[in-house]
């Protein structure tokens, strides 16, 4: 089957985030003021995210194996990178945008329900990088090498997640940690407990979590 050429992947890419940029220009209240001040961000920050987006979405669409059509004709597909790209335009992590054009890549191989891929995106959407990175350690803590060479006798669950992530150990944590457990992404409420060392590096991801993860990490390629 014969794969999307470079030049239709810029196009779409190019349209999605046109698309996105015209949501924002909507929301905005009217004025000369306001105008100019959002000319000068599109013309500056705002094209960066772009032009990081479109190399995002070439890289990842030129490995696929589908037609024009079969991308046109997909609700998915469709659904998905035109979210994903609004979500795109509204964050400055580059690392947030490779995890969102991933789940670009995924919606064209993937048999996810619609209400699922808003709910996953809407999740993107919400979530810091701080959010996903504590996912991804707790999906599998002893997957880092840090974790794996230390041995933990007793201790938080906190202890071998600073160690690999010093940068989450703030005020923000707490915070951010509710916010996984509340959304049932996490099956541990209170981490401030003391563990045997197998409890600290145990895998405390849900499975809608774990689903979540598979959604923003490319299978295929």
């Known amino acids: 089957m014969k794969k999307v050429d470079k030049s239709t992947i810029k196009d779409i890419a190019i349209a999605s985030a046109e698309i996105a940029g015209k949501t924002i220009i909507n929301t905005l209240p009217g004025g000369s003021i306001v ?19 479109r190399e995002s979405i070439e890289d990842r669409l030129g490995t696929v194996e589908k037609t024009l059509d079969d991308l046109g004709n997909s609700e ?13 335009m509204k964050t400055s992590s580059e690392e947030k945008r490779e995890f969102l054009a991933n789940a670009v890549l995924n919606a064209c ?4 329900e619609e209400e699922k891929v808003m709910v996953f995106l809407d999740l993107l959407d919400k979530y810091t990088i701080s959010h996903l990175k504590i996912l991804i ?20 669950p906190t202890d071998p997640l600073f160690d690999v992530y010093p ?7 707490r915070k951010i940690y509710k916010d996984l457990f509340v959304d049932g992404m996490v ?16 895998k405390r991801t849900t499975d809608l979590a774990d689903e979540l993860l598979g959604y923003i990490f490319a299978r295929r390629a």
């Not at 940068?167 to 944590?173: A, I, M």
């Open 35 to 53: 105008t100019s001040v959002f000319e000068a961000v599109k013309g500056g920050c705002l094209e960066k995210r772009q032009s990081k987006w």
């Open 76 to 88: 998915i597909f469709t659904t998905t990178i035109l979210k994903a790209t609004e979500i795109a």
């Open 109 to 112: 191989y993937m048999d996810v």
């Open 137 to 156: 350690f707790f999906h599998n803590p002893k997957a880092f090498d840090i974790v794996a060479q230390s041995s933990y006798y007793m201790g938080s």
């Open 167 to 173: 940068e989450l150990n703030n005020k923000l944590f």
């Open 187 to 202: 099956n541990t409420e209170d981490l401030n407990v003391t563990m045997t060392g197998n409890g600290m590096v145990a």
